[in-house]
């Protein structure tokens, strides 16, 4: 096989004044290059067959190249000769993430990741060069072995654009390496200013979020710090230590495709909430959204969903701007130009990345860092501002009201005067008045008590009237049997006069008999009409409380002779006596008595009333069933328990609605109609129960009646 020096009429000649900024001399763009694809390390040899070789730039290196697994695999062949001005040590560098192995007149001079299997990327992060051993004034072939694989989570580093395979391989003096290694320096340095300045920004939202809880911006914005100090993170991690290709593109994947696009979502959450103090769910589906569409961009290289969320956040962020337009506060400004900021300063840094090759140290990391700090910083100055707005409104309130403070003073010292004679007429008008209401208060009470008085005096006039007429019967009766009597004895008829005067002598025991109960009935009238002692003494409950319900029966029956209701008892032989004031007690048991026969009355009346006007229509009414059930019953029973004496006085009337059961025994409140009740009997007999150290409570249900509980300690 015919070997023959590589197919170049001259070699490239590379001369001082080729170099470019910072000392580099880019061979990726020279004439000159040959290529073939395949891989054979013959092809590293300085003499080789060079048919079949394509003329072609390492800058113009294409993924048509790619076999059906994404793997681009070829040799690159120059030959080359460095002019004799060359004085100074040269170094030989790589920017990109490709694996190569490079030889230098056939032998392996730089290895940059592993080109064979498995293929590993090499990691490029600001590496000085090595040292280039070419020889001045002579021709040299330089052979490079590229290998550049893609897969699904790492898309090709190589950009395949001008920009990017300019930076393929270059050769660099010492100027160059002195500028990396100062790189180096200022790269660790901002890399650590810009990570403490992103930890400390989050931990101060951080203990504000924990010292103020309700503030919601404080919530907002730590979750948004959290996010900045992942990115920052991130890029510091992506530029600051050489990691592997999958790591790096991991690392990448979270901080520029998912973490720094929730970012700006998270911005536009809080000015939404700052303009409006809502978040709409436009906002929470466009935070949902942006990851997925960011992630599609970067790992299937669809761009056009990232656009699509990216312009509707930025027209919504002008509607939001808009609209809000006439309540925008001078305050509120720092979260707008946060938005602006991050969405410019973001959209600049990702066409500089994708379309411009520019040192990353030069541009970069200032720049990603200064767009993601811009944010929280932003923020942290509308917080400052706005805590400063609060406390000048605060200091402006504080001094008016201490204007405010000095005016009352002075006001209410020329008041005062004036005041005191006031209050001199208002307490003798108020005297007057209590005096006057006291006078009122007391003839009110007199009045129930009148009133106590009478019901219970009708119901003893009612009970002396039955024996009065028993003796007045038998006392004519016997008049006129000793008439006959002595009639027969003056005729001489003995046996006639006999029986007579026996019956005479049955009547006049009788008359006895009724006398004796009229006399015991005036005897308990004249005890309980006199005023009370307010001596507890020994009382049998069950005996007075079955005298007060007859007393209010014959009462009522002595006002209204149409009245009839069923009265039942039921009392516990056990109760016995115990000390009370009887007068008092005596009261209250005949005003919850008098209370529960006007409540049956009424739901009787209520019944009858239904009936009348449906026979008036000729109908049937649709109560005469109930109406013809009903019997107003009222119940009087007592019951010794848990050392106590309970007496119930229960009806089955209408009871008493719940919205008024709270006011029952406030005093003056009454459910009668006017001029019925004065609204103090069941006041004054609370009042009275509570005197004994006793409770009066109430059990009813509407429509079924009501039960008074009377609970007095033994």
Same mark, same amino acid.
């Given at each position: 096989?015919?070997?023959?020096?590589?197919?170049?009429?001259?070699?490239?000649?590379? +001369?001082?004044?080729?170099?470019?900024?910072?000392?580099?001399?880019?061979?990726?763009?020279?004439?000159?290059?040959?290529?073939?694809?395949?891989?054979?390390?013959?092809?590293?040899?300085?003499?080789?067959?060079?048919?079949?070789?394509?003329?072609?730039?390492?800058?113009?290196?294409?993924?048509?190249?790619?076999?059906?697994?994404?793997?681009?695999?070829?040799?690159? +062949?120059?030959?080359?000769?460095?002019?004799?001005?060359?004085?100074?040590?040269?170094?030989?560098?790589?920017?990109?993430?490709?694996? *190569?192995?490079? !030889? =230098?007149?056939?032998?392996?001079?730089?290895?940059?990741?592993?080109?064979?299997?498995? !293929?590993?990327?090499?990691?490029?992060? =600001?590496?000085?060069?090595?040292?280039?051993?070419?020889?001045?004034?002579?021709?040299?072939?330089?052979?490079?072995?590229?290998?550049?694989?893609?897969?699904?989570?790492?898309?090709?580093?190589?950009? @395949?654009?001008?920009?990017?395979?300019?930076?393929?391989?270059?050769?660099?003096?010492?100027?160059?390496?002195?500028?990396?290694?100062?790189?180096?320096?200022?790269?660790?340095?901002?890399?650590?200013?810009?990570?403490?300045?992103?930890?400390?920004?989050?931990?101060?939202?951080?203990?504000?979020?924990?010292?103020?809880?309700?503030?919601?911006?404080?919530?907002?914005?730590?979750?948004? $710090?959290?996010?900045? @100090?992942?990115?920052?993170?991130?890029?510091?991690?992506?530029?600051?230590?050489?990691?592997?290709?999958?790591?790096?593109?991991?690392?990448?994947?979270?901080?520029?495709?998912? $973490?720094?696009?929730?970012?700006?979502?998270? $911005? =536009?959450?809080?000015?939404?909430?700052?303009?409006?103090?809502?978040?709409?769910?436009?906002?929470?589906?466009?935070?949902?959204?942006?990851?997925?569409?960011?992630?599609?961009?970067?790992?299937?290289?669809?761009?056009?969903?990232?656009?699509?969320?990216?312009?509707?956040?930025?027209?919504?962020?002008?509607?939001?701007?808009?609209?809000?337009?006439?309540?925008?506060?001078? *305050?509120?400004?720092?979260?707008?130009?946060?938005?602006?900021?991050?969405?410019?300063?973001?959209?600049?840094?990702?066409?500089?990345?994708?379309? %411009?090759?520019?040192?990353?140290?030069?541009?970069?990391?200032?720049?990603?860092?200064?767009?993601?700090?811009?944010?929280?910083?932003?923020?942290?100055?509308?917080?400052?501002?706005?805590?400063?707005?609060?406390?000048?409104?605060?200091?402006?309130?504080?001094?008016?009201?201490?204007?405010?403070?000095?005016?009352?003073?002075?006001?209410?010292?020329?008041?005062?005067?004036?005041?005191?004679?006031?209050? $001199?007429?208002?307490?003798?008008?108020?005297?007057?008045?209590?005096?006057?209401?006291?006078?009122?208060?007391?003839?009110?009470?007199?009045?129930?008590?009148?009133?106590?008085?009478?019901?219970?005096?009708?119901?003893?006039?009612?009970?002396?009237?039955?024996?009065?007429?028993?003796?007045?019967?038998?006392?004519?009766?016997?008049?006129?049997?000793?008439?006959?009597?002595?009639?027969?004895?003056?005729?001489?008829? @003995?046996?006639?006069?006999?029986?007579?005067?026996?019956?005479?002598?049955?009547?006049?025991?009788?008359?006895?008999?009724?006398?004796? +109960?009229?006399?015991?009935?005036?005897?308990?009238?004249?005890?309980?009409?006199?005023?009370?002692?307010?001596?507890?003494?020994?009382?049998?409950?069950?005996?007075?409380?079955?005298?007060?319900?007859?007393?209010?029966?014959?009462?009522?029956?002595?006002?209204?002779?149409?009245?009839?209701?069923?009265?039942?008892?039921?009392?516990?032989? +056990?109760?016995?006596?115990?000390?009370?004031?009887?007068?008092?007690?005596?009261?209250?048991?005949?005003?919850?008595?008098?209370?529960?026969?006007?409540?049956? *009355?009424?739901?009787?009346?209520?019944?009858?009333?239904?009936?009348?006007?449906?026979?008036?229509?000729?109908?049937?009414?649709?109560?005469?069933?109930?109406?013809?059930?009903?019997?107003?019953?009222?119940?009087?029973?007592?019951?010794?328990?848990?050392?106590?004496?309970?007496?119930?006085?229960?009806?089955?009337?209408?009871?008493?609605?719940?919205?008024?059961?709270?006011?029952?025994?406030?005093?003056?409140?009454?459910?009668?109609?006017?001029?019925?009740?004065?609204?103090?009997?069941?006041?004054?007999?609370?009042?009275?129960?509570?005197?004994?150290?006793?409770?009066?409570?109430?059990?009813?249900?509407?429509?079924?009646?009501?039960? %008074?509980?009377?609970?007095?300690?033994?």
């Amino acid at each position: 096989m015919q070997m023959a020096v590589w197919a170049q009429s001259n070699p490239v000649q590379l +001369r001082p004044s080729m170099l470019v900024a910072h000392g580099e001399l880019r061979l990726a763009d020279y004439d000159g290059w040959m290529f073939h694809q395949g891989h054979d390390t013959r092809w590293a040899l300085p003499l080789i067959d060079s048919s079949g070789w394509t003329r072609m730039k390492l800058s113009e290196l294409t993924d048509k190249l790619a076999d059906k697994q994404g793997r681009i695999e070829g040799w690159f +062949r120059l030959m080359f000769e460095l002019d004799s001005a060359w004085h100074e040590p040269l170094y030989l560098t790589r920017q990109l993430w490709s694996a *190569t192995d490079i !030889y =230098l007149d056939g032998k392996l001079v730089m290895q940059c990741g592993d080109t064979e299997n498995p !293929y590993q990327a090499y990691n490029p992060v =600001l590496k000085p060069g090595i040292p280039f051993p070419a020889s001045p004034g002579m021709p040299h072939v330089l052979a490079i072995h590229v290998v550049e694989y893609q897969t699904a989570i790492t898309p090709r580093e190589l950009r @395949l654009a001008p920009a990017y395979l300019q930076e393929f391989l270059n050769v660099v003096n010492s100027d160059y390496q002195a500028f990396i290694q100062r790189q180096i320096r200022a790269t660790y340095l901002m890399g650590g200013i810009f990570f403490a300045a992103t930890a400390s920004l989050f931990l101060l939202f951080v203990v504000l979020l924990f010292l103020n809880k309700s503030v919601r911006i404080f919530e907002l914005t730590a979750l948004l $710090t959290l996010f900045v @100090l992942l990115s920052t993170v991130g890029i510091f991690i992506e530029k600051l230590f050489e990691i592997s290709y999958t790591a790096q593109k991991i690392i990448f994947l979270i901080t520029n495709a998912i $973490t720094q696009p929730v970012m700006m979502v998270m $911005t =536009l959450l809080i000015a939404e909430w700052v303009l409006t103090k809502r978040v709409t769910w436009i906002t929470y589906c466009i935070l949902l959204l942006m990851p997925f569409a960011s992630a599609a961009g970067h790992l299937v290289n669809i761009s056009w969903p990232f656009g699509v969320v990216q312009t509707v956040i930025i027209v919504y962020f002008l509607y939001l701007v808009i609209r809000s337009r006439h309540t925008i506060q001078p *305050t509120d400004w720092t979260v707008i130009i946060a938005m602006i900021t991050l969405t410019v300063g973001g959209t600049i840094s990702i066409f500089l990345h994708k379309y %411009f090759r520019v040192e990353s140290a030069a541009y970069e990391l200032p720049l990603r860092s200064s767009v993601l700090l811009s944010s929280p910083l932003l923020l942290l100055a509308y917080v400052s501002m706005s805590y400063k707005d609060i406390l000048t409104a605060k200091q402006k309130e504080a001094d008016k009201v201490i204007r405010m403070t000095e005016e009352k003073k002075l006001l209410l010292e020329k008041q005062n005067e004036l005041l005191e004679t006031k209050v $001199t007429q208002r307490t003798e008008a108020l005297e007057k008045s209590l005096a006057d209401l006291r006078a009122t208060q007391s003839q009110l009470i007199q009045s129930e008590k009148m009133a106590s008085l009478g019901e219970l005096t009708a119901g003893i006039a009612h009970e002396i009237q039955n024996p009065l007429n028993f003796v007045n019967n038998f006392s004519e009766v016997s008049n006129e049997l000793l008439d006959e009597m002595t009639a027969n004895l003056a005729s001489g008829n @003995l046996q006639p006069a006999t029986e007579i005067a026996r019956d005479v002598k049955q009547n006049l025991e009788k008359i006895l008999h009724h006398g004796k +109960r009229a006399d015991a009935i005036v005897k308990g009238m004249l005890q309980h009409s006199r005023s009370s002692s307010g001596v507890k003494e020994p009382t049998d409950i069950n005996a007075l409380a079955d005298e007060y319900l007859r007393l209010a029966y014959h009462g009522l029956r002595a006002k209204d002779k149409s009245f009839n209701a069923t009265t039942k008892t039921d009392f516990d032989p +056990r109760v016995g006596n115990i000390n009370i004031i009887p007068q008092d007690i005596g009261r209250v048991i005949l005003n919850l008595i008098t209370n529960a026969f006007y409540a049956v *009355t009424e739901k009787k009346s209520a019944f009858v009333n239904l009936s009348a006007k449906a026979t008036a229509k000729e109908e049937t009414p649709a109560d005469e069933e109930k109406m013809n059930m009903y019997e107003p019953t009222v119940t009087v029973s007592t019951k010794k328990m848990n050392g106590q004496t309970e007496i119930r006085v229960s009806d089955n009337g209408n009871g008493i609605p719940s919205h008024i059961k709270d006011k029952i025994f406030q005093p003056f409140f009454t459910t009668k109609p006017t001029g019925q009740g004065t609204g103090l009997g069941l006041s004054l007999s609370y009042d009275i129960v509570k005197a004994h150290g006793g409770e009066l409570r109430l059990e009813t249900k509407e429509g079924d009646g009501s039960e %008074f509980v009377i609970e007095l300690p033994i």
